[in-house]
């Protein structure tokens, strides 16, 4: 078996990834304070075909170089925009008919490999701080709380961790829908 070089990974150049179909899914990131973070969503999100993120609260913005560092560029490839309030958003894409899924551990949260997609449906995921998680009033006003189960002795993962279990559990459903 041999590594594959970089020109050999046949990936899209930035114009084309603009062109390429998504998948229905937005990712909301709710007062992110680790730059490194917010990078590391940036290249899941380009990795999996995400359609858009939100950047809320105190989530930093492009161009910064410790987000950089981490996106490698994918700052250029997703579409994304800052909303100062995740409620507000939120509110606005349910009234687009987004449905809204809080990753957050709460009472009567879904468990990922439960959760069931409408292949028809724009979805939005939204992640919340390293140390808070998401915000109460949001997760109360999502359509969906999800949890990603654990086993061991800690009670969270890093954000970018969590986003990349959950986008990669929803871009197969996507795929297998479709």
Request: overall charge neutral.
């Amino acid at each position: 078996m041999r590594k594959l070089k970089n020109s050999e990974l046949g990936r899209l150049n930035v114009e084309d990834f603009k062109k390429t179909a998504k998948i229905p899914l937005i990712v909301v990131l709710d007062n992110i304070r680790s730059l490194n973070n917010i990078g590391s969503v940036f290249r899941t999100s380009d990795a999996f075909l995400i359609e858009k993120i939100y950047l809320c609260g105190i989530t930093a913005q492009p161009p910064h170089k410790e987000i950089h560092k981490t996106a490698l560029g994918a700052t250029e490839s997703v579409a994304w925009e800052y909303i100062e309030d995740t409620l507000s958003l939120v509110q606005k894409l349910k009234e687009e008919n987004v449905k809204v899924a809080s990753i957050e551990q709460a009472e009567n949260s879904t468990m990922l490999q439960d959760f069931n997609i409408d292949p028809n449906q724009k979805y939005a995921i939204v992640m919340g701080n390293e140390v808070k998680g998401v915000q109460q009033e949001v997760v109360s006003a999502s359509n969906y709380c999800i949890e990603i189960p654990q086993f061991g002795t800690k009670h969270s993962l890093n954000i970018s961790v969590s986003c990349g279990v959950v986008l990669w559990d929803l871009f197969k459903k996507f795929q297998f829908k479709n």
